[in-house]
């Protein structure tokens, strides 16, 4: 039985596809802000349950949180991001600068690189006397084989933008229920719990089907996390609900 491959090794597919180059994906920072924003969503409406707090609290808290909280991840990813633009911005300046006053020694590191890849005698006199005649593509193969850095990555401002946002849509999820007048006392952090719950296995599904895993297992592992961090937080809000009695009667 031939097994289905994910693309065509047709030499005009082939070279169509290397044409194109690599976009950036922006699906783990958007997966990283859903996740995280319906669990700290989340763990302030239990702790609020387990602290025995009305509803109109857990709601204020959690909005509060959210937007502190999305704002933060963002700008954090945002951060993560651009350092990583700055340093190789910074190292492809510095290898400009070392093979303009040093050429010989980078052809030896050059040399090097590919002689420790297994390239001998006159293929890696090739390779060698091929990369350092075109001087961009010698500073683009030191930073990819010395400093193991890609030539391109994502958006730092697109990076932080699709964690704010998926942080602030999904980390809304768990206070849904306090906008729907039917809910009484407990009713809603039950029902809160139960339309995060349904909203993490959406999110670790929809991860697998995009990442090609196991569609089941992706969500349950994405729910399980969540469900761990909620009951956590439910737990130390019993344990500081006597302080809060304490509290009322000051």
């Known amino acids: 039985m031939t097994q289905q491959l994910e693309h065509s090794h047709d030499p005009q597919a082939i070279r169509r596809r290397l044409a194109s180059g690599n976009r950036p994906s922006y699906l783990p920072d958007a997966i990283l802000g859903g996740i995280d924003g319906?669990?700290?969503?989340?763990a302030v409406v239990a702790s609020v349950a387990g602290a025995g707090l009305p509803?109109?609290?857990a709601f204020v808290l959690g909005v509060a949180s959210l937007i502190?909280?999305?704002?933060?991840?963002?700008?954090?990813?945002?951060?993560a991001v651009k350092s990583t633009e700055d340093a190789r911005r910074r190292l492809r300046e510095q290898e400009k600068r070392h093979v303009a006053t040093d050429p010989h020694g980078e052809r030896e590191e050059i040399r090097a690189i590919f002689e420790a890849k297994g390239f001998q005698g006159d293929a890696l006199e090739n390779i060698v006397e091929t990369i350092t005649d075109d001087h961009r593509l010698w500073v683009d193969t030191m930073l990819m084989e010395e400093h193991g850095l890609a030539l391109t990555g994502p958006s730092a401002g697109k990076a932080g933008l699709a964690t704010f946002t998926t942080f602030v849509f999904v980390g809304f999820i768990p206070l849904l229920p306090f906008l729907v007048p039917v809910f009484t006392g407990g009713e809603y952090f039950v029902a809160s719990a139960l339309i995060t719950a349904l909203a993490l296995f959406g999110i670790g599904y929809v991860k697998g089907v995009i990442l090609d895993m196991n569609r089941w297992r992706a969500g349950m592992e994405t729910l399980l996390m969540g469900g761990g961090a909620a009951l956590v937080a439910f737990l130390v809000g019993?344990?500081?609900?006597?302080?809060?009695?304490?509290?009322?009667?000051l």
Do not use: H, K
């Not at 319906?38 to 989340?42: A, D, F, G, S």
């Not at 502190?68 to 951060?79: E, H, K, L, P, T």
């Open 68 to 79: 502190a909280d999305a704002f933060s991840m963002g700008v954090s990813n945002y951060q």
């Open 55 to 57: 509803g109109v609290v």
């Open 238 to 249: 019993t344990v500081l609900e006597p302080m809060l009695a304490d509290l009322r009667f």
């Open 38 to 42: 319906c669990i700290t969503t989340l």
